[in-house]
């Protein structure tokens, strides 16, 4: 199992401790005794339902309909795909934008599909691309996700997950499809242990072909194949020959370019081609050169808006607006447009808006993006695109705020409850999916309002972001979003806020194992506490410096800080029973076993006054230890025990794991075979179940 830190929440935020243990429970009957030398078997409550069985992810989306000569691009993936069978092979995918490269792999992909029984990952790096750079992090974090491993079982730093996303893809018959690949080492970090990858980009991708990748160019179409496209469209007598090799020679043989122009002759079944072709000619005199093939979309997408009604005019106006590479209907309604529902339906048939696997979500090529944001600029004032793009920034704000209500309750904020949020799913793990899928546009909005000095909005949506940033571990975005937040609190005269931004960045730091950064981060803030009232924020820093301390083995100066933010956590009791728990873990790091007990004996007691079976079963497992260390084997066996009954109840896979390691090292230490045996039982099915145990190699002709 995949080692986890004990993680809990108090009215200040959630509170990490560098407690890192493994293992699993006892299966059947649980194993206590009242002497280690004498065991004694009692009844097991009810196990917890097993979580059902993962999906076989299908990420990559349908083809469209219509497909032409692409023979010799397909035979170098089927002679991939031969090679692939006990080694993975790497495909390097390049061409121009808009010249069909994903369209040729979803294609391939749905009809060999068989081939690949443990499923299909994909990922557009495009989207998430941010500064030049992608989170490969987070990417290992969605893969091992979709094969079925525990949020709670993911670990936190890249090289780990790149270990688990090894161990689990070992045997599987998989495809990896990498859109927007820019660099060789993004697809050497995506590779799986066995499975063919396809890297697609823009660029020529040599040092994979010199690793030994299959090379794969995919060019425009040819006169003749980019004709039979438009002829399947159009039919047989829609324009002349003459006129169908001009509009394949503006439009550049690009399919993402004819697309666009044969859904607008289709809607318009009386337009004669010759027109179209006038159209394009003329637009091609004026628009600026941007190199020949992409002038040739560019003109092709002109001509389609130039039919485009009012309201889906402005659709794809907000796409030029929103500093995003995603969007909702909601999200359109909420920037004030109106008929949204029909202006997507127009934008879709126009092939200028494409669906994405979540059916609530659209997104638009790139080349898409860049002529809806000329056109936005010459259609909308300034003062229209600064209000729009304020609603922009304001939707995500509130939603924001709502998701991490959401997950974390009535957790301290700085900031009122959103007046409105919208139909934000509800549930802590739908409001953090929300948050998941909303990553790029989050960061891309966080920027665009840092840029134009919106400073409130940009600290308040950072500190809502804390439970994802806390949970997925996202730590490039969590830095990156929090020095904007810090700036912004400055600017915006918060001393609280900046106390909040940088509490929250010295946890980045601090989790990254970066304890100079965050101290320096927490030095900062404490400087700020002279001008603001409320203790809980002073709480927030000595929490974060009691876990600095006890991170870097400075147990006494960590139990000094925790009682300090125990103090300011007085008339919460959620929070005194964190950070008293917080304290005993400190005093046992110490060796002052007698006042760990005390503290732990007395939260203890306050969390089962609140019903508070996730710190009562952290609190058992840390008083477990001291027992230990005071000389009582069978106590700590009870109380190891007990803290992996709780954790089985609640489903808490990890820290029914963490539990059970403590059995196991009880177990080893007085010779008691039977709970050994017993526990490594347990511990494999842990394994299974947290998604985490390697895959036996499936046979090759099924």
Known sequence: MVAGRDTGGNAAGSSTVGNSVSGGTVEGSVVQAGSIGQVHIHPAPPPAPSPPAPLTPRQIRAPRPVFVNRQAEIAVLNQALESSVDRPVVVACTGLGGVGKTELVARWAHDQREHFPDGELYADLGAVRHRGGVDLGEVLGGFVRALGVREDSVPASMGERANLYRT?????????????????????????????????????????????????TVGPLGSGAAGDLVRMWLGEDRGSEQDLAELVRLCGGLPLALQAVGAQMITRSRMRMGRVVAELA?????????????????????????????????LYHLLGVHPGPLFTPDLARAAGLHGVDQALEDLLHAHLVDETADEDRYRCHDLVRLHARRRAYEAWPEDRREAVLRRIVDFYRDRAAAADREILGERFRLQPPPASAGALPAGRSAALEWLQAERADLLAVLHAAAERGWHEPVWQLCESLWPLYHARKHFADWIESHELGVEAAQWDGRADAEIRMRNQLARAHYEMGDYPRAQAQLDLARERLVLVQDPRLAGLLWESQGLLRLAQGEADRAAHYFTLALEANAGDPHGVVVQTYNLGQALLAATRHTQALQVLNSAAEAAREQGDTPMLMRLALVRARVLRATGDPAGALTGAQEAARLAAGLGQVAKEDQALTFVAELAAASGDADLQAATAARRQQLSRQAGVAPQAPRPHNS
Do not use: I, N
């Open 282 to 314: 003329e637009r091609q005199r004026s628009l600026e050169p941007l190199g020949t093939r992409e002038a040739g979309v560019q003109e092709a997408f002109e001509s389609v808006y130039a039919h485009l009604p009012a309201q889906t005019r402005d």
């Open 168 to 216: 689990v893809t070992a045997g599987r018959r998989l495809l990896v499809f990498l859109d927007g690949v820019e660099h060789a080492a993004e697809a050497r970090a995506l590779t799986p242990s066995s499975g063919l990858v396809v890297a697609a980009g823009r660029t020529r991708l040599e040092a994979l072909v010199l690793e030994g990748a299959r090379p794969v």
